[in-house]
DNA sequence: CGCGGGTTTGAGAGTGTTCAATCTGTGTGG
DNA sequence: CCACACAGATTGAACACTCTCAAACCCGCG
């Protein structure tokens, strides 16, 4: 079912900044589908020439991309209002895949369309730039994990990664738990471990007493801790846009 | 000394897109300073509140972040004509910090005309896109290395993409040499290895016969048994904007 | 009840790290 | 011209972290 820019409830969640009414009448003129798919669905295949953009309306997904013999590295996580393609558009051929790990709603616009909004919109060109700037960002973050901390360093970057990420989408409940769709064999693909050793990694931390899963969801125990072992410290975010 | 977007000698290799006349008269008039530095100068540092943006008119530099221990990542190296510091523009403050490996020029631009680019001139605003989105693909790409590969892939895929980067430039000596002037700390602070291992597994893939190092150049030897070993493989690029 | 995906565990083999020294080439001051 | 300082490159050895292989285990589902 069609869900038109002008009533959207994501875009009014306080993690995104107001759009005009102008603005929000061209998207809803550009978004061409909503499309609904379930987990595990290639939205996007590495290599794919025509791929459009999206936005992730609800749901989880991942950018990754594999190498020849098969292995594969996710390059990060994509939550709601996350812009997806942007790669894609400008450049001949997608030279990343994405993927969902939910139930997921996408907003479909036109690959065709992209520079009419360049033209026409300076202010959603530059809000484009801004999320692709951002995703980047997000990008460089997990290089560091990956390239500079050990296990359960990476683990406990990713989980206060994904949980910051998380409130700013008010998506954290009373109990300072997290939707978390992801299993080992994600998080392995993430950080650029083994599967095995990532289990360890994480039942050590389990144990420790720093974070908890149950049902689909984890909980973060012992915030403070994660920080220092992990390094990572990040303030919470200004509102950002949405496409 | 001052350099003229007029007579840019850079834009007019064949690597780049050619620009209208108006187009270059925009920047011509953006451009504020043209920067002569040393090697090593921190050019952007982490956490920087006014950065400017840049355009690397000669030499070469990386963007790198460090944790809060002083262990340190490089995210990815730039090369003449790479654009620098949207990132810093869109947000508060520089997340990277951005250095000289070599004695390098800079095109200066001021933050605070980026959004005048977007508003006045459409098509620099989507080619500065489109750098973005570019600078975000080789950065996917280190991850990929970090993250899956083994240090000697490492090491030869490092080798290939600058290797490659240079023959887009016109930077490849007859004899297939390039110049290189990373020391081996760089090396291991973009491949996330510690710097005895690098060097152990430089002089290896070096007693191969892969490659060859003297005086500041670097010269391929074997590309076919590098890309094997690297698994990367990459086409020859369409030509790209400048900024 | 059996299957399949995901998780868990143990053990041995490597790959990569740390520590500590040595070596080399270059530039500086006497 | 030599002594010395210094940065970068190199080497050896012991150790630690992570990987691979192999096998169980758990749980929801047909």
Same mark, same amino acid.
Do not use: K, M, Y
């Given at each position: 079912m069609r869900v038109r820019c002008f009533e959207? !409830? =994501?875009?009014? &969640? &306080? @993690?995104f900044k107001p759009k005009t009414e102008t603005e929000v009448g061209f998207l809803d003129a550009l978004k061409r589908d909503h499309l609904s798919v379930p987990p595990g669905?290639? =939205?996007?295949?590495?290599?794919?020439?025509d791929a459009d953009l999206y936005t992730l309306f609800s749901g989880w997904a991942f950018r990754f991309k594999t190498l020849p013999d098969g292995r594969r590295q996710i390059l990060h996580f994509l939550l709601p209002g996350d812009f997806i393609g942007l790669q894609g558009a400008m450049f001949d051929a997608s030279l990343h895949g994405v993927e969902t790990l939910t139930d997921a709603e996408f907003c479909v616009f036109p690959r065709r369309r992209v520079w009419s909004l360049f033209e026409q919109v300076p202010q959603l060109a530059f809000e484009v730039s801004w999320l692709g700037a951002h995703e980047e960002s997000m990008v460089d973050e997990n290089l560091v994990s990956v390239g500079l901390r050990n296990a359960g360093e990476r683990v406990a970057a990713l989980i206060l990664m994904l949980h910051r990420r998380c409130r700013t989408l008010d =998506?954290? @409940? !009373?109990?300072n738990s997290i939707p978390f769709p992801l299993n080992q064999g994600h998080i392995a693909d993430a950080l650029g471990l083994s599967l095995v050793h990532t289990n360890k990694t994480i039942a050590r931390l389990r144990r420790l007493g720093l974070f908890a899963q149950s049902n689909g969801r984890l909980t973060l125990l012992n915030p403070k801790v994660m920080e220092r072992l992990a390094q990572y410290y990040e303030d919470e975010p200004a509102p950002r846009p949405i496409i």
């Open positions: 959207c !409830p =994501l875009r009014r &969640r &306080r @993690a669905t290639e =939205l996007i295949q590495q290599g794919q020439e =998506l954290v @409940a !009373p109990d």
